[in-house]
């Protein structure tokens, strides 16, 4: 079964610093591969998407995901990166199968915490 | 504005009672999706449906039930509701092409509290 790993629960974020947000997946052949935002309180929104392609995707926000087939790795970016994203981020994995959508697998999410000066 | 709407927002109910968690979709998507998220965690797929009157089961069906009466609307029910279904219950819609994947658009969220 198909699975999908975020690394760290907590990252801590200085105001102007990149942020690099790790993911990597699990499944035997090319996902389709996800990153989601939730703000505290909020709903889930997508942030990008990498279906086939170009390795490095761009987002809304700034943000951009490079995949990595070699590692099974699809790393969120953002730089310089704000207080203003500190948020939860979840990764996610879709299988491309014929002639129907599969729902996505969900890692356990990334909290990314402000470090206040 | 296309959406996906939950209702309700947020509800607190008695163990063993009935509960109906209901989403509405205006994205003309054929696929919806339930999940529910415990704090501090992921989301885990419980049920979804890629046509009206038609639902199946995800990873964590158990104690769940759902509906599809029709395309716009997915329902959630929890026949006897227990506390470890205390959570947060996210409703999504998508489409889904080979070349576009299947982006999913999630509802605001139900807060579920068994007491």
């Known amino acids: 079964a198909q699975s999908v790993d975020q690394p760290d629960a907590h990252v801590t974020l200085s105001e102007g610093a990149s942020l690099e947000l790790r993911c990597s997946y699990s499944y035997s052949a090319a996902p389709y591969l996800f990153w989601y935002v939730q703000y505290p309180g909020q709903s889930l929104q997508f942030l990008l998407k990498y279906i086939t392609g170009d390795t490095v995707v761009k987002g809304t926000k700034g943000f951009e995901a490079e995949f990595r087939k070699s590692n099974s790795s699809f790393n969120l970016k953002k730089s310089p990166a704000h207080w203003s994203d500190s948020a939860k981020y979840f990764c996610?994995?879709?299988?491309?199968?014929?002639?129907?959508?599969?729902?996505?697998?969900f890692g356990s999410g990334t909290k990314v915490i402000p470090c206040l000066p | 504005e296309a959406a996906v709407t939950q209702s309700p927002r947020s509800k607190v109910a008695v163990t063993g009672g009935k509960v109906t968690l209901s989403c509405h979709q205006t994205n003309n998507h054929d696929y919806m999706y339930w999940y529910r998220q415990d704090t501090g965690h992921g989301l885990r797929l419980i049920h979804y449906s890629y046509v009206a009157d038609s639902t199946e089961k995800g990873d964590i069906p158990d104690g769940y039930k759902a509906s599809r009466p029709s395309q716009e609307n997915f329902s959630l029910i929890l026949e006897l509701a227990s506390l470890s279904q205390t959570a947060v219950y996210f409703c999504a819609s998508s489409d889904w092409d080979r070349d576009s994947g299947n982006t999913l658009y999630f509802g605001e969220g139900s807060r579920l509290i068994v007491v």
């Open positions: 996610a994995l879709g299988l491309p199968q014929t002639g129907f959508a599969s729902a996505l697998t």
